[in-house]
């Protein structure tokens, strides 16, 4: 692996972008300090240049090389990085001027987390800078969680795919902004659900749905009504009952279990689990990507989803699923 890393490092020091691994889903890296580099990131993925990067640091001390964090939410962020980095949580602050403003679409804002993937730690203690690295797919398609699908995404578009496996927890970092609040707890505004969960982000703060935006400029175009989307529509179909198979039409099922209601409701073509047999939301949240993208190369007409319990990691299963379901 130490090869890789250093290949990696040649790569980004040269100014290139590599898709690295990291806990959530395969990031697609530049150095973060690199305005030509963080350019050939939204290139290479056809991002729109409104869409910022996340930021990674490979450690918590370096948090103040890329965000100037004010001394209202000093403690909290504090709190919040001892308790989730390295981990899947981003949390969103003032900028510091010498990061380029491509990088953060002219905010005054960064994104920034901190990885807890011992390839892309390695990495970025190896560079010795912040990186910037969103998720490593074409903009508004199904984020890669394997080394596989980083290549069905950008093959032949970047120099190299460091390949670390699956992704451990498979969906999208938690994003959060803070706001403090005179004689409260802080409130905690959610741009995105994801591993780090609502309820484990209550002790240190009251959270709340951020506003969503639908213009050309959303605050996080990870909260599009339609992202993460396979080519293939794809129907969240709430109630089995509901379902009104089209005459001809091929249908796959994206089933949680792999059995129940929805799988005996119709002869599909396939039916692809989240969590075959168990019914795990850890397990559902590792696979979501991957099972979409199965059925979406199934050759099928039409996706029918079937939601999964809203609590926990849930919210974010539902998140990604709603979005891929949204009209286009
Ligand atoms: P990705 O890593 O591809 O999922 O994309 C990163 C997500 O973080 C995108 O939805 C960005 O819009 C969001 N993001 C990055 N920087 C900021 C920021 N300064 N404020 C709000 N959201 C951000
Ligand atoms: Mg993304």
């Given amino acids: 692996m130490n090869e890789a890393v250093e290949a990696a490092c ?3 020091r040269a100014g290139e972008v590599v898709a690295l691994p990291t806990e959530t889903v395969y990031g697609l890296a530049a150095d973060a300090l690199n305005p030509e580099a963080a350019a050939k990131v939204f290139a290479a993925k056809e991002r729109p240049s409104f869409d910022p990067l996340i930021v990674h640091i490979a450690r918590r001390r370096e948090l103040s090389s890329v965000a ?17 980095w390295p981990g899947p949580l981003t949390l969103i602050l003032p900028k510091q001027p010498e990061l ?6 002219g905010l005054p804002t960064v994104a920034v ?9 390695a990495v970025g ?11 490593a797919n074409r903009f508004g398609r199904i984020s890669p969680t394997s080394a596989a699908a980083v290549i069905k995404e ?12 699956a992704c451990p927890e498979g969906l999208e970092s938690t994003i959060v902004s803070i706001e403090t609040r005179e004689g409260k707890k ?4 959610l741009h995105r659900a994801g591993p780090v969960t609502k309820e484990m982000l209550q002790p240190f703060g009251k959270v709340v749905k951020a506003k969503e935006k639908t213009g050309d400029a959303p605050h996080a175009p990870g909260q599009l009504p339609s992202h993460y989307a396979p080519v293939t529509p794809l129907v969240l179909l709430e109630n089995p009952d509901d379902f009104k198979p089209e005459p001809g039409k091929r249908y796959g099922l994206l089933s949680y279990r792999g059995e129940g209601p929805y799988v005996e409701r119709h002869e599909w073509e396939v039916v692809e689990a989240l969590s075959p047999g168990s019914g795990k939301l850890a397990e559902a949240a ?7 993208r199965v059925l979406d190369e199934s050759g099928v007409d039409c996706i029918v989803a079937e939601p999964v319990s809203e609590t926990g990691l849930g919210v974010a299963i539902m998140d990604r699923l709603r979005r891929a379901a949204a009209e286009r």
Wanted: aromatic share 6%; with cysteine.
């Fill in 10 to 12: 040649a790569l980004l």
């Fill in 68 to 84: 100037c964090v004010p001394a209202e939410i000093s403690g909290t962020v504090e709190k919040l990085a001892a308790a989730f």
């Fill in 100 to 105: 380029p403003d491509i990088v953060t679409s």
């Fill in 113 to 121: 987390r901190c990885s807890a993937h011992p390839v892309f730690r």
């Fill in 125 to 135: 203690k190896e560079l010795g800078g912040p990186i910037a690295a969103p998720s």
């Fill in 154 to 165: 950008l093959g032949g578009r970047i120099p190299l795919v460091v390949d670390g496996g």
């Fill in 186 to 189: 802080p409130l905690f505004h």
């Fill in 286 to 292: 590792i696979r979501l990507f991957h099972v979409m």
